[in-house]
């Protein structure tokens, strides 16, 4: 009895220090399913491919992965949705993705820079800014020139994620300057604290607003065209499913996928 | 107070396996193994950051304006945040530990809650509770007083994640501490606040204490409920983890060498305040 535990305890510690080692080196975890065991499989589409896509495409891309899934019986997508850098990150440090959908060129060229891409990437799509306000607005803003007047509590994304990058290329090409009461680390964040009415307006995307329905009112500004966010797609070089995960990008790339991506309100790259 | 307890000289020694004698630990050998992995399970991954660190850039990187801002910040929060626990959670804990009444179990299990609640969830409570919009909020902003995006918001951030572990220490200690002194003192003619003063917070010194720094230990590392409810500003409402999850997002260095500085910080609070739980008392 006492044995038995130390060997199951000595098994499950070697395990874990295994796992932990694996883990150090950087290499993927053993990721193939038991189905897809033998190499051989045959020409038609079959199996997992996972995505790792951008918070901002987190509805296109859900939708256009049930269109995968119906035009390919037996495919599965797994969708990943987080922030662009966390993404790269996790891939570089070898998450078992397939895909990966970034909101910037930035992020996809820290992978594809470090060689962890299979090809180029391609651009999807595009993004810009649009004011986001309370429903109500309560401070009036009608404009982008409204944003710096006293009073008006505007929150940005902070200049180090692409959505304050953005914004700040914008301050940048009109001369103007904003006093933000918060620069958040995510466009969601920020379109949380117009939502709720604790910011007066909110610098946010196009779909970003289109996405919070009516709880935020939009206001386009013609100086966003200063600062356009362009999204790259791309395989990734690890994947263990290629032409699967070049079948999703042919989708996203596709007029399905321009389609799907154009009603969310991004527009052609 | 823990040795007066077995009796009479007559017992035999095994009859108090948990004195602490001498040969004996109590410790089965097997035990051993799966509180290494435990331990490594902690310390492997705070090693693996370490080993991560760019020494080169360390000193620039943490002594940045940024990162001054946010430690400054972060600490004098955490400060703020464990005296506002202390002013509230002691009276709650006396209250918890002392007085039974009705629907005191459930009080109980409410105060507990931001133990489990994931911050974000503390986070959007707050917003609608002190946000311009909220149920107390709106009221404030009529008297002029605006929470949303201060430090203050920052503080009650803290202080609303921190005061459940401010509130465990405490009644634990209370109830082993007893009330045997209590009484006496009471019936020697010391009134209830007399007792409160000179015997019930002496005697519960030690479990205040560590109440107090696992408070503001957890003020320091509060992340979710203030990026909800505070927003982020250098200087105002950007706090050391918060400086953290934004420089992840451009410079992993900094990130890393941030999170050092943090645990360094943590680890000197908790470190050098913290005492064994459990000990009581000795005169």
Not at chain 2, 3 to 12: E, I, K, V
Request: glycine share 10%; charged share 15%; net charge positive.
């Amino acid at each position: 009895m006492r044995n038995a535990f130390r060997k199951a305890a000595a098994l499950l510690a070697a395990g874990a220090l295994a796992a932990g080692i694996a883990g150090c080196a950087g290499k993927p975890g053993p990721a193939n399913s038991p189905a897809d065991g033998n190499a051989s499989v045959a020409r038609a589409l079959s199996g997992t491919v996972t995505v790792y896509a951008a918070a901002s495409l987190k509805e296109t891309f859900t939708e256009l992965a049930s269109a995968f899934e119906a035009a390919h019986p037996g495919t599965k997508v797994m969708l990943n949705f987080a922030g662009s850098s966390d993404l790269a990150t996790q891939i570089s440090q070898g998450a078992p993705a397939d895909v990966f959908a970034s909101a910037d060129t930035r992020n996809m060229a820290r992978l594809s820079d470090a060689s962890l891409l299979d090809g180029g990437p391609r651009n999807f799509a595009t993004n810009v800014l649009e004011i986001a306000v309370p429903r109500a607005n309560p401070a009036s803003v009608s404009s982008f020139a409204d944003l710096p007047k006293p009073g008006v509590k505007v929150v940005v994304c902070a200049p180090q994620v692409p959505c304050g990058a953005a914004a700040e290329k914008v301050e940048k090409a009109t001369g103007t300057t904003l006093k933000p009461v918060s620069e958040e680390s995510s466009v969601t964040d920020v379109l949380g604290k117009v939502s709720s009415g604790e910011a007066d307006a909110g610098l946010v995307y196009v779909t970003d607003v289109k996405t919070a329905g009516d709880k935020v009112k939009g206001i386009p500004f013609t100086e966003a065209a200063q600062a356009v966010n362009t999204y790259p797609i791309g395989t990734v070089g690890s994947s263990k499913n290629k032409d699967l995960a070049r079948a999703f990008i042919e989708l996203v790339t596709g007029s399905e996928g321009r389609k799907v991506l154009a009603d969310a309100g991004f527009g052609a790259p | 107070m823990t040795t007066s307890r077995n009796g009479t000289a007559n017992d035999t020694p095994d009859a108090s396996p948990d004195s602490g004698g001498h040969g004996y630990s109590g410790v089965p050998r097997w035990l051993y193994l799966p509180a290494a992995v435990g331990a490594l399970f902690v310390m492997l991954p705070l090693a693996a950051m370490l080993a991560k660190v760019n020494w080169s850039q360390f000193i620039p990187l943490v002594t940045s304006a940024a990162s001054l801002d946010a430690l400054g910040l972060s600490l004098r929060t955490s400060a703020a945040s464990t005296v506002v626990c202390l002013v509230f959670g002691v009276p709650l804990a006396m209250v918890l530990a002392r007085r039974p009444f009705r629907g005191q179990r459930l009080l109980r299990a409410f105060v507990l809650l931001p133990l489990v609640l994931p911050p974000v969830v503390g986070g959007i409570a707050l917003l609608y509770t002190f946000g311009r919009q909220g149920l107390l909020g709106k009221t404030l902003e009529l008297a002029g007083i605006q929470i949303a995006f201060s430090t203050t918001a920052v503080v009650l951030a803290q202080a609303f994640v921190a005061l459940p572990f401010l509130v465990v220490s405490l009644e634990g200690a209370l109830r082993t501490a007893g009330k045997r002194y209590e009484a006496v003192a009471a019936t020697l003619g010391a009134g209830p606040t007399t007792v409160l003063r000179r015997v019930t917070l002496p005697l519960v010194m030690p479990g205040l204490a560590s109440g107090a720094v696992l408070s503001f230990a957890r003020s320091l590392g509060e992340f979710g409920a203030t990026l909800t409810f505070a927003g982020s500003l250098q200087g105002v409402t950007r706090t050391l983890p918060l400086e953290i999850y934004l420089e992840r997002e451009a410079d992993a260095d900094a990130a890393v060498a941030l999170s050092l500085l943090l645990v360094a910080v943590a680890v000197a609070v908790v470190g050098l305040s913290y005492r064994k739980p459990g000990r009581q008392v000795a005169a």
